[in-house]
């Protein structure tokens, strides 16, 4: 009779028990709170591109010959593509590089939370980050640079499959590159140097007809250079099309070319994630 009575305690027990998801939720909000806790790092990662957007906007003010738009709203969406690529990659490169190092990850190892929860708690909180961060920018581009809002409901599915696609494939990508780095002191030499050039061939800092094609094919390679193109296809007007290398907003192949990045992301992950620092086995 003992036996029979704990069976249906413990299986109300697991139950009850919280699953992967509920976790997940709960990794988030306090990866949310810690993040939001370090003021000086807030205003710094929501600042950053705006400040940026501010400098490049006020110097580069010409009409654009042939594209219908001046060079400042050139700025706005790119921008955003790089707001949303430094809230994933560069985020989760560097912190996840430190709490590795700090033995972090290896102590959560050790519980019995799923491994799957901690990653849907970053997930979290770069989807949180990163829809902040193009909120902000959006609204100072509307506010000052003359961005329009797309009037019609396609432009905004675009989007959003651009955003959910960018933000995955950066955010994955940034899991995996957290383990290159030898040390957490050194993970944001390793993680800033190859999103700052990417910035430069992606047509961030530089307007994309004034860069070099070799640089360009180079940066077609990686997502960045395709958030930039969608967003333009989403918040500027048809005839800019002309500036893009293809003459066209491509949008087939940048769902296609983010689609992989995210199961390539993934594979990465899975190949190259460490719970531990190579120094400690």
Not at 3 to 18: F, G, I, K, M
Not at 32 to 42: I, K, N, S
Not at 158 to 179: E, H, K, P, R, Y
Request: charged share 15%; net charge positive; glycine share 10%.
């Amino acid at each position: 009779m003992t036996t029979t009575a704990v069976r249906p305690r413990s299986q109300a027990l697991a139950e009850r028990l919280p699953g992967v998801w509920g976790i997940g939720l709960g990794r988030g909000a306090l990866e949310l709170r810690q993040f939001f806790r370090q003021r000086d790092h807030v205003v710094f990662t929501f600042a950053f591109p705006v400040v940026f957007l501010f400098l490049f906007a006020s110097i580069f003010r010409d009409d654009v010959r042939g594209a219908g738009i001046n060079a400042s709203q050139l700025y706005v969406p790119a921008m955003m593509a790089a707001g949303i690529m430094s809230t994933s990659f560069q985020s989760l490169g560097i912190s996840i590089a430190i709490e590795r190092d700090e033995k972090v990850l290896r102590r959560l190892r050790g519980t019995p939370m799923p491994p799957a929860a901690y990653f849907l708690g970053k997930i979290w909180l770069v989807l949180v980050t990163g829809l902040l961060e193009t909120a902000i920018l959006l609204l100072v581009g509307t506010a000052f640079y003359d961005i329009d809002l797309p009037s019609d409901a396609g432009r905004w599915l675009d989007f959003a499959w651009i955003f959910v696609l960018g933000l995955t494939a950066c955010a994955l990508l940034g899991i995996a590159v957290s383990s290159v780095p030898k040390t957490g002191k050194s993970a944001t030499s390793v993680v800033v140097l190859p999103f700052l050039v990417l910035q430069f061939i992606s047509g961030v800092y530089i307007a994309i007809d004034t860069i070099p094609d070799w640089m360009l094919n180079i940066g077609a390679l990686f997502p960045l250079k395709w958030m930039c193109q969608g967003l333009r296809g989403v918040f500027l007007p048809a005839s800019a099309q002309v500036l893009e290398q293809a003459g066209s907003w491509e949008f087939g192949r940048i769902a296609l070319v983010l689609g992989a990045w995210c199961v390539g992301g993934l594979l990465l992950c899975l190949l190259t994630f460490r719970w531990k620092n190579r120094r400690d086995g």
